[in-house]
């Protein structure tokens, strides 16, 4: 069975991954990468495949009708991993996430209606629920975002779900808990922790510390999203969660112990504005498709921080551009003082 696929966003962290994972798994799948290249999409995620005949890429925005109106029309299945997706970032300026998250999703969603796509897969976020004090998550709790980027990603789902209803488009959701590997942008929390750590640099922990997140792999997430763009009933969202649950503070403390660094190095700092406390999903609906996750928390970190061992010169590239100087200041320059 051939298919071929429109990946947004896929020079990106989840979609460079997943990028890899379609062409690794599907032979005579076919894979059209559509990327803006902003500041944390990196051509160099996907070095390692550029040149495999069934991969295409191009430089191009979603919002931009031109460039997707022709990629949607030669596509089976649209994947839409394209967003701006950093909560600090979202709290310093709204507006790039706003027309990236909501109008990039709206163009893609019109042009699959007009085309006729397959299906129509829409990554989203356990942000969208908000902040939850015990219990867990199920795909019928409300959306209550609490920062802009949620309030975004919570927008385009409800898009979503507006043109399957309206238009009998074949969506399906997902809704992923914190991911973490190879790729991910040093300004998330996790390769911040260990690039500084490499550094002996101040890790920056918010407000106690104590806020709990699931840290899902990021090949667990791929296999995920693969099992439901093949298998997932249409118009319905699937909750993607590991059960890898840690809080900031012990997130820094595993980091320091592996790379062999002292705990002198954490810095409690201001919290962030509206930071949720806790997050967590039920993701039974998910696990009776057939789905696992391969990977336990001791593995994920293990994995993940040997990754930004091993791949030094990506991460310090990244690390040394003015622009990421310029936000790493902005976010914690009076923070670390």
Same mark, same amino acid.
């Given at each position: 069975?051939? @298919?071929?696929?429109?990946?947004?966003?896929?020079?990106?962290?989840?979609?460079?991954?997943?990028?890899?994972?379609?062409?690794?798994?599907?032979?005579? +799948?076919?894979?059209?990468?559509?990327?803006?290249?902003?500041?944390?999409?990196?051509?160099?995620?996907?070095?390692?495949?550029?040149?495999?005949? *069934? +991969?295409?890429?191009?430089?191009?925005?979603?919002?931009?009708?031109?460039? !997707?109106?022709?990629?949607?029309?030669?596509?089976?299945?649209?994947?839409?991993?394209?967003?701006?997706?950093?909560?600090? *970032?979202?709290?310093?300026?709204?507006?790039?996430?706003?027309?990236?998250?909501?109008?990039?999703?709206?163009?893609?969603?019109?042009?699959?209606?007009?085309?006729? !796509?397959?299906?129509?897969?829409?990554?989203?976020?356990?942000?969208?629920?908000?902040?939850?004090?015990?219990?867990?998550?199920?795909?019928?709790?409300?959306?209550?975002?609490?920062?802009?980027?949620?309030?975004? @990603?919570?927008?385009?789902?409800?898009?979503?779900?507006?043109?399957?209803?309206?238009?009998?488009?074949?969506?399906?959701?997902?809704?992923?808990?914190?991911?973490?590997?190879?790729?991910?942008?040093?300004?998330?929390?996790?390769?911040?922790?260990?690039?500084?750590?490499?550094?002996? @640099?101040?890790?920056?922990?918010?407000?106690?510390?104590?806020?709990?997140?699931?840290?899902?792999?990021?090949?667990?997430?791929?296999?995920?999203?693969?099992?439901?763009?093949?298998?997932? !009933?249409?118009?319905?969202?699937?909750?993607?969660?590991?059960?890898?649950?840690?809080?900031?503070?012990?997130?820094?403390?595993?980091?320091?112990?592996?790379?062999?660094?002292?705990?002198?190095?954490?810095?409690?700092?201001?919290?962030?504005?509206?930071?949720?406390?806790?997050?967590?999903?039920?993701?039974? @609906?998910? *696990?009776?498709?057939?789905?696992?996750?391969?990977?336990?928390?001791?593995?994920?970190?293990?994995?993940?921080?040997?990754?930004?061992?091993?791949?030094?010169?990506?991460?310090?590239?990244?690390?040394?551009?003015?622009?990421?100087?310029?936000?790493?200041? *902005?976010?914690?320059?009076?923070?670390?003082?």
């Amino acid at each position: 069975m051939t @298919k071929s696929l429109l990946i947004t966003g896929g020079c990106g962290f989840i979609g460079a991954n997943f990028v890899r994972h379609i062409l690794a798994r599907y032979a005579d +799948y076919r894979v059209v990468n559509l990327d803006k290249l902003t500041y944390a999409g990196n051509p160099a995620n996907l070095a390692d495949i550029a040149d495999d005949e *069934r +991969y295409r890429f191009v430089h191009g925005d979603i919002t931009d009708i031109d460039v !997707v109106d022709p990629l949607v029309a030669e596509a089976d299945w649209v994947v839409n991993f394209a967003a701006e997706s950093h909560v600090d *970032r979202s709290i310093l300026g709204s507006a790039d996430f706003l027309h990236t998250n909501v109008n990039g999703t709206y163009v893609l969603l019109d042009a699959a209606h007009r085309h006729g !796509v397959e299906r129509f897969h829409q990554i989203s976020t356990d942000e969208v629920y908000g902040s939850i004090a015990e219990g867990e998550w199920d795909e019928g709790f409300p959306l209550e975002p609490r920062n802009p980027y949620s309030a975004t @990603k919570a927008s385009a789902e409800l898009l979503v779900n507006a043109f399957h209803l309206s238009h009998s488009i074949p969506t399906v959701v997902t809704r992923a808990s914190n991911n973490i590997g190879p790729y991910q942008y040093p300004e998330k929390r996790v390769p911040l922790y260990i690039t500084n750590a490499i550094d002996d @640099k101040p890790l920056p922990v918010y407000g106690d510390g104590m806020q709990v997140r699931d840290h899902l792999y990021v090949d667990d997430h791929c296999s995920a999203i693969d099992l439901v763009l093949h298998e997932g !009933v249409i118009g319905e969202v699937y909750n993607v969660g590991s059960d890898n649950d840690c809080t900031g503070i012990d997130i820094a403390r595993t980091i320091l112990a592996q790379l062999g660094k002292s705990e002198s190095l954490i810095q409690f700092v201001e919290d962030r504005a509206g930071h949720d406390q806790r997050y967590a999903l039920d993701s039974n @609906k998910l *696990r009776a498709l057939g789905w696992t996750p391969a990977v336990g928390v001791e593995e994920t970190m293990k994995r993940t921080i040997q990754w930004y061992v091993d791949h030094e010169d990506w991460w310090r590239d990244i690390r040394n551009r003015d622009d990421y100087k310029a936000y790493y200041q *902005r976010q914690y320059g009076d923070r670390l003082k």
